[in-house]
């Protein structure tokens, strides 16, 4: 089992910063791969990012490209979002998530979820 607690949403202007960090505890050595995922009202959940823990970086969304920038601390099992120029679009409850398998199944359907962070970006 692994364990995934997210931390540090909240509110901000357009234009400013968040960094999300996810902390992994549990059997983090199996996971494969890590990520972030994003879901905003009414609409479909978004893969965001994905990262293994060597710090190899697998994906990134396009509507994030150039904005976040994923990252991973193997020796503390954490793995962070940095956002930056928000956009009032980036609202959405953000999840860490993590699979032993691989970062395709990783995208379609994650083995560990954390329970979400609330990111709102006012304009």
């Known amino acids: 089992q692994v364990q995934l607690v997210e931390s540090g949403g909240g509110l901000v202007q357009a234009g400013g910063s968040l960094r999300l960090s996810c902390a992994a505890s549990g059997r983090t050595f199996s996971m494969y791969a890590m990520g972030w995922f994003r879901q905003a009202p009414g609409k479909e959940r978004e893969f965001v990012a994905a990262i293994r823990w060597s710090g190899l970086i697998l994906y990134y969304a396009d509507s994030v490209k150039g904005r976040f920038t994923i990252s991973s601390d193997d020796a503390k099992k954490m793995v962070y979002l940095q956002m930056n120029s928000l956009k009032p679009e980036d609202t959405a409850v953000y999840s860490c998530?993590?699979?032993?398998?691989?970062?395709?199944?990783?995208?379609?359907?994650?083995?560990?979820w954390g329970q979400g962070t609330q990111v709102t970006v006012s304009s």
């Open positions: 998530a993590a699979d032993p398998r691989d970062w395709i199944t990783l995208k379609a359907v994650p083995g560990y």
